[in-house]
């Protein structure tokens, strides 16, 4: 299915569609369609490692499988969620205290 979206950029729904009228058995489980969803999301990349949505995702996976287990993850990350046009917003603003103001 990953296949079919990148090389027609097809939507995921659109791909199994195209699958199922050669075998109509198909039915991947939601944790595929899923992926298939941040894949399309992410514009159908040749290089997933590279993308941060898709870092992201990973670290969330495991975050889920660490808590299912009860260990601590083995990577932690503390990344700011902002995008680079909110961190030049961010610059713009003053903070000051009480007195300052």
């Avoid at 791909?15 to 298939?36: E, K, T, V, W």
Wanted: charged content about 25%.
């Amino acid at each position: 299915m990953a296949y079919l979206m990148q090389k027609h950029r097809l939507s995921p729904p659109d791909a199994l569609a195209r699958i199922q009228q050669a075998r109509p058995i198909c039915g991947p489980n939601s944790g595929f369609i899923a992926q298939l969803d941040l894949y399309h999301r992410m514009g159908c990349p040749t290089d997933l490692d590279a993308h941060p949505e898709y870092q992201r995702w990973l670290y969330q996976c495991e975050l889920a499988r660490s808590r299912t287990a009860g260990v601590a993850p083995s990577n932690l990350y503390f990344e700011d969620e902002q995008t680079p046009g909110d961190l030049a917003e961010a610059k713009k603003l003053q903070l000051r205290c009480r007195k300052c103001r």
